[in-house]
């Protein structure tokens, strides 16, 4: 294969025995049809209500690249989800991450919006004799849902419901959200991580077994000292049954490592019995929620939540968050071994473009046909990378017809 010029179509960056055209990560082109086909009309996260309890109670986050906010309103308690972008001339109204306000001021010219998003101030408007104020409110997401506690939004003002676009990725959320006695909310805030890579190759290492072995290498060398043995990750990943990765379907997958419903997880990686992808851009790893916010093609921007369980002891959840820092932290144990191999590395590997194909075929052979249309494959195998590409490769299409 000879490197491609200017922006083949999807079909054509992913073959039939799975390898994928290197640009999918590097090409602006594509990135920007990313945009529109994958954040621009399917339902994005973009809050837990537990970050939004009271009225009045907002955070700020993205919707692919668009900066929102997410807010509770002051005077009716809707979740609304306000594009983050002053009517005027274009400031972001509101910098903090989060709070709770009746209002949000600009600070660039002070024009003043209720936080429902109606204008309700200029300054010094007599300059403006002709300005139809009802028409500069802060834009507003036409829809918003919430699924066992988690809020999406989408730019499409018809479409699939939230629950249906989640399909068979349903049952895993709600487990999520039952970790807790009285269920869980994530009240730490974000541990952010930016790499210059595409934010892709965070999704797909959310669920890659097969590179824990050699990444995180150091970090299992320090477990058998402390436990005198190897650790049996590496072991149940390759040979374990009840180890499996499952294309949900949409785009969603899932790698169980114990029992979904008992919450079993074989004391392995976390508290959660498995790590779980939502299509696009939302993932879900050990006691950690993740948010992997796309920039460029080469730069992304990934805040990690810590999930706490409502109804257990400070000191439990406080364990969540040693044990989280323990793994994820700047000094932790693994989260650092992985922006360095697979992200920074990869993308500077992929500016090698003369050969620019990859493989992405682990374990095809051996997929199974699993309940409600899913596809089952062993632990290490590429099962959860596939039913990402074969969602995206649909809406990209769908997008360039
Ligand atoms: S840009 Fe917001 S008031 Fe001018
Ligand atoms: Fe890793």
């Given at each position: 294969m000879t490197t491609t010029t200017g922006t083949p179509s999807p079909a054509d960056l992913?073959?039939?025995?799975?390898r994928l055209h290197g640009s999918i990560y590097t090409s602006p082109a594509i990135f920007a049809a990313e945009q529109e086909?994958?954040?621009?009309g399917p339902w994005l996260y973009v809050a837990h209500e537990s970050e939004l309890r009271e009225d009045g109670d907002y955070k700020t986050t993205y919707a692919g690249t668009q900066p929102v906010i997410v807010v509770r309103g002051a005077d009716d308690g809707e979740i609304r989800v306000l594009l983050?972008?002053?009517?005027?001339?274009?400031?972001?109204v509101c910098h903090d991450e989060r709070g709770n306000a009746n209002y949000f001021r600009c600070p660039y010219h002070g024009w003043t919006y209720k936080n429902?998003?109606?204008?309700?101030g200029i300054t010094?408007?007599?300059?403006?004799?002709?300005?139809?104020?009802?028409?500069?409110?802060?834009?507003?997401?036409?829809r918003v849902e919430s699924f066992a506690g988690f809020v999406f939004a989408s730019?499409?003002?018809?479409?699939?419901?939230l629950e249906e676009y989640l399909g068979n990725a349903g049952r895993y959320l709600r487990i999520v959200s039952e970790q807790g006695p009285d269920g869980i909310r994530l009240s730490a805030g974000s541990h952010k991580l930016a790499y210059r890579g595409n934010w892709k190759l965070q999704v797909e290492n959310?669920?890659?077994?097969?590179h824990f072995g050699f990444v995180h290498r150091s970090f299992l060398d320090v477990l058998a000292d402390r436990i005198g043995e190897a650790p049996p990750i590496m072991q149940n990943v390759l040979?374990?049954?009840?180890w499996r990765t499952i294309d949900?379907?949409?785009g969603h997958s899932v790698h169980e490592f114990g029992d979904p419903e008992t919450g079993?997880?074989?004391?392995?990686?976390?508290?959660?019995p498995f790590n779980l992808i939502i299509f696009p851009n939302l993932c879900f790893v050990g006691a950690q929620l993740r948010h992997i916010l796309p920039k460029a093609a080469d730069a992304t921007e990934v805040r990690l939540y810590p999930i706490l369980h409502e109804g257990d002891s400070d000191a439990d959840n406080a364990a969540i968050l040693r044990a989280h820092e323990g793994f994820?932290?700047?000094?932790?144990?693994g989260g650092a071994d992985d922006i360095e191999v697979a992200f920074d590395r990869v993308g500077d590997g992929?500016?090698?473009?003369?050969?620019?194909w990859l493989v992405m075929s682990r374990g095809l052979h051996r997929e199974q046909p699993g309940e409600n249309g899913t596809v089952v494959g062993r632990a290490s195998d590429e099962v959860p990378q596939r039913a990402f590409y074969r969602q995206w490769r649909r809406l990209m299409a769908e997008e360039a017809a």
């Open positions: 992913i073959t039939d025995d799975w086909a994958l954040f621009h983050n972008r002053c009517r005027h001339r274009g400031s972001a429902s998003g109606e204008l309700r010094y408007d007599d300059a403006y004799p002709e300005l139809d104020r009802d028409q500069l409110g802060l834009v507003r997401l036409p730019f499409a003002a018809a479409g699939p419901s959310t669920i890659d077994n097969y040979k374990n049954p009840e949900l379907g949409n079993n997880n074989q004391g392995q990686l976390g508290d959660l994820y932290g700047p000094a932790g144990m992929l500016k090698a473009v003369e050969e620019d």
